[in-house]
């Protein structure tokens, strides 16, 4: 179990750094920005499904929180 | 210990109501991140630079003090599960000491923005930035005062498993929330 906590870890580090390079070699284009966001989703989920253990939730709320997710990119995306 | 049956709806990990908590709180910030976004069409320029006067590396730096404090946070429960009282507290320090360097970086942050003149008032960015920011620095404080808290409880072996879930499920939401202002914030724009 902690070995689960240290890959989410360890793959959320990968996944800030990556942000970071990113933003700092290709900012200014808009996929770009919209792949940030993306990555930034990918960490939620991480925090939100091991860290707060929700995968071992009933579906109800691992699809609000998917349906959350996916109206907050798809709007900032349209409107970005 | 013995686990609740999480698959149960009315149970999700940490309660219902803190989850109903952690819905409304992730909707409020995302309309206002939303509506963040939608303002920057009106002036795409002057959103550029004012956001280029915030400092990505401090953003970043708290990113991973916060991501590391969750990580604690999770182990802490998992450890106070498996009823390895001592190591889990200790892991509960370990969380509120990333909580504790978040607030000083973020103070820091403040201070040079203050100095500079970029306060709340200044122009649009600067205005959803310090309320975005602060009323996420005050869950973190929140956060805070319920770890120490729970370590507290847990020192005087009064502390029950739900209480725990619930609040290492609030310092998480914490993580939640600054992980979708740090990017609208610091690097969209």
Redesign the interface.
């Known amino acids: 179990?902690?070995n689960k906590?240290?890959i989410?870890?360890l793959a959320?580090?990968v996944l800030?750094s990556t942000?970071?390079v990113f933003?700092?070699i290709f900012?200014g284009l808009k996929a770009i920005?919209i792949l940030?966001?993306i990555?930034?989703v990918l960490?939620?989920l991480l925090?939100?499904f091991?860290?707060?253990?929700?995968k071992?939730?009933?579906p109800?709320?691992k699809v609000?929180l998917l349906i959350?997710l996916s109206v907050?990119v798809g709007?900032?995306s349209v409107?970005? | 210990m013995k686990e609740t049956n999480?698959?149960?709806?009315y149970y999700?990990?940490?309660g219902i109501l803190m989850?109903i908590l952690i819905?409304l709180e992730?909707?409020t910030f995302?309309i206002a991140?939303?509506v963040l976004?939608?303002s920057?069409?009106e002036n795409t320029e002057a959103f550029k630079t004012s956001a280029n006067h915030l400092n990505?590396t401090y953003g970043?730096i708290n990113?991973?003090f916060l991501?590391?404090s969750?990580?604690f946070?999770?182990?802490s429960l998992?450890l106070f599960k498996s009823n390895n009282l001592k190591k889990s507290k200790l892991y509960l320090n370990l969380t509120i000491l990333g909580g504790i360097l978040f607030l000083l970086l973020k103070s820091v942050e403040y201070h040079e923005k203050i100095t500079l003149g970029y306060v709340l008032g200044y122009d649009t960015f600067f205005n959803f930035y310090w309320l975005l920011t602060a009323f996420h620095v005050i869950h973190v404080l929140v956060g805070l005062v319920i770890l120490v808290s729970l370590t507290s409880s847990i020192k005087k072996g009064k502390t029950l498993l739900e209480d725990f879930e619930a609040s290492?499920?609030f310092w998480?939401m914490c993580?939640?929330i600054w992980?979708?202002l740090?990017?609208?914030l610091y690097?969209?724009f």
């Open positions: 179990m902690k906590y240290t989410t870890y959320l580090l800030t942000t970071a933003s700092n900012s920005s940030i966001l990555l930034s960490k939620f925090v939100a091991n860290f707060m253990e929700l071992k939730a009933h109800f709320w609000l959350y907050f709007v900032i409107i970005f | 999480y698959k149960n709806i999700p990990p940490g989850w819905f992730l909707l995302g991140i939303v976004v939608a920057s069409k990505t970043a990113t991973l991501l590391t969750g990580f946070m999770a182990t998992q290492a499920a998480h993580d939640l992980l979708l740090f990017p609208v690097l969209l």
